[in-house]
C-alpha cells in the first residue's frame, strides 16, 4: 500500500527490485518533486532507491476503477459493516445509535496499530457515518454524523 523507506529497505534485505504500492513516494498525490529538490528527506529517499536500482511501479488507478472500490470494500470488510450500507457506493452507513466515543472505541479495535483525530463531543449520539478511507472532500458527504476519512 505505501512505500515508505522501511518497505524500501525490506526489499533490499530480500534482494527484490520491484515495488507495487498504491500510494506515492513523495508526500502527495501526484509524486510531483519539483518542489523537493531541496528536501533532505526527498533526496535521501530518491538515492536510496537510484543506488539500490529499485523500480517503483504504482498501481493506483485499477483498484479504484473496480465497482465498488476495491480499497473501499476491503475496508468495509474488515470493519464488519456490510449490513450497515445504505448506498452502492459502500461509503455511507446507518448504525444503530451509539456514542461517538463508542465508535471509536470499535475501529480502534478493528485497527490498533492506528491513530486517530477525532474532532467533536465524545458523548454525541451518532448513526450516521461516511467512509473515505483515502483523500476526501469532506462537502461532498454533508449530511452525516461522522466522516471518517484517510487523508486530510
Not at 470488510?77 to 446507518?94: A, I, T
Request: net charge positive; glycine share 6%; hydrophobic share 40%.
Amino acid at each position: 500500500m505505501f512505500p515508505p523507506m522501511d518497505v524500501l529497505r525490506q526489499a533490499i534485505k530480500k534482494n527484490c527490485n520491484l515495488i507495487i504500492c498504491h500510494e506515492p513516494l513523495y508526500f502527495n498525490g501526484s509524486d510531483d518533486t519539483r518542489k523537493l529538490q531541496n528536501d533532505s528527506v526527498y533526496l535521501e529517499k530518491h538515492k536510496f532507491i537510484a543506488d539500490h536500482k529499485l523500480v517503483i511501479w504504482r498501481f493506483y488507478d485499477y483498484i479504484h476503477s473496480l465497482h465498488p472500490d476495491g480499497i473501499t470494500t476491503g475496508m468495509v470488510n474488515k470493519l464488519g459493516w456490510k449490513e450497515f450500507v445504505v448506498n452502492e457506493r459502500l461509503n455511507q452507513f446507518v448504525f444503530p445509535p451509539t456514542t461517538l466515543a463508542g465508535l471509536l472505541g470499535k475501529l480502534k479495535k478493528t485497527f490498533p496499530q492506528n491513530s486517530f483525530q477525532v474532532v467533536g463531543d465524545p458523548q454525541l449520539t451518532v448513526s450516521k457515518v461516511i467512509l473515505s478511507p483515502g483523500y476526501s472532500s469532506e462537502a461532498r458527504y454533508i449530511p452525516a454524523d461522522v466522516l471518517i476519512i484517510g487523508e486530510a
